[in-house]
Structure formats: structure tokens, C-alpha cells
């Protein structure tokens, strides 16, 4: 009896559920490119070891797509059948450093393993990524940080030394000791000129007045102490990334490049009815090491021949005050871009129009530029693959602050589904 009056109450509860469920409801819309750019763009991932942004885009497929994953730790899956067959590839991987040596007082060397520069990673934040978890430190400044950087600046406005000094070369703190009557310290007083506009000579990592020293601060004081936080030879460090919301529709932060093109691809993927797709092979793949050599493309384009490939990567655009127009010109905010000419690669302009038509046919806004760097589409080209870069505009490229407009992201992630629907 007790058993047929629970089975009772939980028929009605199930019907009450039902009829509250309006008729016919679509299902929770798939999460945006932008939304799921501001997830993945703060997932480690740096060139060499992206498994934690690997494990990120595998978990967001859904197991229907039958995603594959390789030693490398490049993810990709096949939809379709027949020619053509397109590929889409974006790079997960990013820049950063990695750890070189503990010293005896419990700091870091860092080893660059980048394209930033030196300059700017002075005094910021960062993260060693360690087997026991993230350790927060900060790049110590070289002894002559504030010098230096006071004199790059009065050289870049044609400023004139101060009193006293040497005339074409900007006073060091030896020669300005600080305010109040201080004497300068022992390192200050050795510290030499600087000419106006020019950045100190670089000296070895750790010594004072080496620029920059790549020498973190772990807020420990011996070697014993730094490697119980589990830090340890080998470990990737990263900038300490932060969300910078310019405006609702405006974002600045680290990694933009490349995980807007990833998160562009990811949205796609999830958006497509891939059900539908027919006539054609569609491959979307998430590759490692572009930054450092284009190694993940490479193994890729040992198993993978496509006829066409579009490389999904930023777009180095001039689209500041001081710059150059007349290269790199994508505005922020005018859509995506078409990258016509960039040193690894030329499109055909048949196919720059075919896309560029199939955009208007749609809608979309389009840009049609050229650009420095290299894509890794250009690695298929050997095999007989057309390669069309797809980008969106971006300023301060490898940078802590990578700037991208939302509009020009939907746009590419309108602009990848227009191509699987409609490519032939």
C-alpha cells in the first residue's frame, strides 16, 4: 500500500511538471562565442602545454561529434561526407614564460618562452601553473626600473635633460639621488647613463640593474620554502590575467589571441545542426604550438588533406591613433576580416570574393586586409589545400591588454557557420 501511494504521488508530481513545461519550448540556446571567449580566454594554456585548454574545448563538445584528441593535445572532429573537404583551425595556445631556477633567497628565473616584451612584464603579476596548484608571484623590477622608464619616455618626447646632467643622456638616480636629501643606494650609484629614448643595456637575469630580470617574487625567502609551494624547474608561468570590460561590448585582456578565434570555432560547432550538413567534409580542429613554430598544424596536416582550409587567427590591426593607415588598416568594430596577404601565405582572389560574397549574401560585415605573421593554413598548402585566413581586428597583440569588440566576434562566428552551411 505505502508503495502504490508514493508510485501515486510521483505520477502527479511528473504531470504537474509537464503541464507546467509551455508546449513545444526550444531548447537553451547555445552559449555565444563572446560568452564562451570570457571562459576559455582565462584557462591555461601555454604553447607546448595546452592540455587544460584541450580538456576545456573537449568537455564543451558534445559526445555526438565524436571528438578526437592526440599526444600533442590537438583536438579536432570530422562531420559530413564527399568533397569538398574544409578544414577550420584555431590556435589554443599562448604566450608565457617557464620556470628556470629557484635561487637560494626563494625567487624564480624565468625562462621566456614568448614574444613579449621584456619591458612590459616588469612589476606585473603572475601565475607558475604547479603540479599542487597556481602560485602568485610578481616579476621584481630591475633595480633601475623607474629610470629607465622615465628616461625612454623623455626621449620619446624629445625632452630635455635635467640640470646637471649630460647633455643627450638622461640622469641616472646616482646623479638625482631621492627626495629629502637621501643618498642613493650602492646599486643606484653604480647604475650608469642612459641615453634619451634607448632602454638601459640588458644585463644577466637577477643582477641588479638587468633589464628585465624575469625574477619573480614568491613572498618566501629560501629555495626550501619556494619548492614546498610546489614550484618546480619547468613550470609554465603566466600573466595574471584579468577581464577588462571597457564597455559592455568592448574587452581587453591576455590570450585574446588566439582563444577568440577558438572560442569563435567552439560556438559554431555547438550552433550547427551538423545533421544537415551534406555534400561536404567539415573538419573543425584546435591545434598547439602555433605560436612557436606552427608545430600542432604541422602533425595535423600529416593525417589531414583538405581542399580548403580556413585558419581562424587575430588580425594585427593599426587601428590606433599613432599608426600607420596604409597597413594593417581593420577597424575595430566593422566586423571580421578577411586576411588577403600575410607573410606565410596568399589567397586567390577568387576565393577572397566567394567569401566575401557569400558574407554579403548574409549580412555579415567584412573587412579585406593585409597583414604581417603567418597562419597555420599555411602548412596545408604543400598538399594542395587553398588557404583563407578568417580573422577578427585586434590592437596590442601579445600583449596584457589584446582589445576585441563583440560585434566583430559574432560576426566571425557567423561568418565559419555561413561557410559549413554553404561552401562548395
Known amino acids: 500500500m505505502r508503495k502504490t501511494t508514493y508510485g501515486l504521488l510521483l505520477l502527479a508530481l511528473t504531470l504537474n511538471i509537464a503541464a507546467a513545461r509551455p508546449q513545444g519550448a526550444a531548447p537553451a540556446p547555445a552559449a555565444s562565442s563572446w560568452d564562451l571567449l570570457r571562459k576559455i580566454v582565462l584557462v591555461p594554456g601555454m604553447s607546448g602545454q595546452e592540455g587544460k585548454a584541450a580538456d576545456f574545448l573537449q568537455a564543451a563538445l558534445p559526445a555526438s561529434l565524436k ?23 584555431a590556435h589554443m595556445d599562448e604566450l608565457g614564460y617557464t620556470v628556470d ?18 619591458q612590459v612584464s616588469e612589476g606585473r603579476a603572475f601565475v607558475i601553473h604547479t603540479a599542487k596548484g597556481p602560485v602568485e608571484g610578481i616579476i621584481q623590477p630591475a633595480a633601475d626600473y623607474y629610470v629607465s ?3 625612454t619616455t623623455a626621449g620619446a618626447r624629445g625632452a630635455q635633460p635635467a640640470a646637471g646632467a649630460n647633455r643627450g643622456a ?12 637621501q643618498a642613493a643606494s650602492p646599486a643606484q650609484a653604480k647604475a650608469a647613463p642612459v641615453a634619451a629614448g634607448q632602454n638601459p643595456p640588458a644585463a644577466k637575469p637577477g643582477a641588479a640593474g638587468a633589464t628585465p630580470g624575469f625574477e619573480v617574487y614568491l613572498g ?5 620554502e619556494a619548492r614546498a609551494l610546489g614550484v618546480a624547474e ?40 551538423w545533421s544537415k550538413v551534406h555534400g561536404k567534409t567539415v573538419t573543425i580542429a584546435w591545434d598547439v604550438e602555433e605560436e612557436t613554430g606552427l ?15 580556413f585558419a581562424v587567427d587575430t588580425f594585427v590591426s593599426s587601428d590606433t591613433p599613432l599608426e600607420n593607415k596604409r597597413f594593417g588598416d581593420a577597424v575595430l568594430g566593422k566586423g571580421a576580416v578577411l586576411r588577403s596577404i600575410d607573410t606565410s601565405n596568399v589567397t586567390p582572389k577568387t576565393e577572397i570574393r566567394k567569401v566575401a560574397k557569400l558574407a554579403a549574401a548574409r549580412g555579415i560585415p567584412v573587412q579585406i586586409c593585409s ?20 580573422s577578427w581586428p585586434g590592437v596590442h597583440a601579445h600583449s596584457f591588454i589584446e582589445k576585441i569588440v563583440k560585434s566583430d566576434l559574432d560576426a566571425l562566428t557567423r561568418l565559419v557557420m555561413a561557410i559549413i552551411e554553404e561552401w562548395k
Not at 71 to 87: D, M, Q, S, Y
Open 234 to 273: 619547468g613550470n609554465p608561468v603566466l600573466v595574471k590575467k584579468k577581464l577588462v570590460d571597457l564597455s559592455p561590448d568592448i574587452m581587453a585582456t591576455r590570450a585574446v589571441d588566439d582563444r577568440a578565434g577558438c572560442a569563435a570555432l567552439l560556438a559554431a560547432a555547438l550552433q550547427t545542426d
Open 170 to 181: 638622461v640622469p641616472t638616480q646616482a646623479a638625482n639621488p631621492p627626495q629629502g636629501g
Open 149 to 151: 622608464q622615465t628616461a
Open 67 to 89: 571528438v578526437q584528441r592526440d599526444a600533442r593535445n590537438n583536438v579536432w572532429f570530422t562531420a559530413g561526407e564527399g568533397k569538398p573537404h574544409i578544414l577550420f583551425v
Open 371 to 390: 597583414s604581417r605573421g603567418g597562419n597555420d593554413g599555411s602548412v596545408f598548402v604543400a598538399d594542395g589545400a587553398v588557404d583563407i585566413p578568417l
Open 295 to 309: 608545430n600542432g598544424a604541422q602533425v595535423l596536416a600529416k593525417t589531414l588533406k583538405p581542399d580548403y582550409v
Open 220 to 224: 618566501v625567502s629560501t629555495e626550501q
Open 101 to 118: 631556477k629557484i635561487m637560494p633567497q626563494g625567487t624564480v628565473l624565468l625562462k621566456p618562452y614568448s614574444s613579449f616584451l621584456p
